[in-house]
């Protein structure tokens, strides 16, 4: 099998984790007046332990929006602090949760992240985004293999597409990922208070089975979906992710959720 755009990277062990997916065009332009109201009655979510994808009839449109119709009819997920950060009595200070969903030829992804202070640093594809902003990442990998794909989104609609043959090895490689997002406040500017960016995120089903993986209903795959949150006011970001990791380290394969494809036509009923 031929791979283009095979660029060995050192792995950077001071770091906590990677990875997320979509086309990006982020309306960061827009200055929130007052401040950000918290919610007293979030929105229930369900349970990380299995994470399930819907299928859709008609393609994700990837604009960040976050109103395509599969969105209202699949499973919510909420990011946790690891187990790590909970026994040093820390507490999640903004959420943020997913979505996930998929047809014959992408698997999509939707987040949601609460954020104060929208920071993204880096304005160029493929490089190590959470050095300097804000985050999403979205790991996949086959059961019983040793290689995963790492993907990030950002805000200011860029993205980077990393692909571990095995642990401790990091390549960059060109896939066919396309990400969106949009934010709800003023990009890069402390001074004030942003209240939320979104993202929408599509990969290939081509590029998840180069290596003759099967992806659909009954495949094994895990998943994990983690975000780099920084702010002004903190002296690192906070992690999160879901699955709750017992350990905030974003490489621990062993602790990614499995994911569940669900609503095939003609498929048996959920």
Known sequence: MQFNHVVVVPVIAARHSRAAVLLVSCACGVVFLGGCKAETTPRPFASSRTMTARHTADPVNIDGVLDDPVWGQT??????????????????????????????????????????????????????????????????????????????????????????PQQGTLTVRKCGLRIAARCRGTLNDSSDKDRSWTAEMAMPVRDLTTQDQPFGPGSQWRILVSRYNHESTLSSPELSAVPRLSRTDFQLTDEFAPLKLVGQPGAAAD
């Open 75 to 164: 499973p919510t997920y909420q990011l946790l602090l690891g187990e790590d950060r909970l026994a040093e009595g820390n507490r999640l200070r903004e959420r943020g949760e997913v979505r996930l969903a998929w047809d014959e030829h992408h698997f999509y992804a939707a987040i949601e992240f609460h954020d104060s202070d929208i920071v993204a640093g880096y304005d160029v594809n493929q490089v190590h985004h959470y050095q300097k902003g804000d985050l999403v990442e979205l790991l996949l990998k086959p059961e019983h293999q040793t290689w995963h794909w790492e993907l990030y989104a950002t805000p200011r609609n860029r993205k980077t597409s990393f692909w571990w």
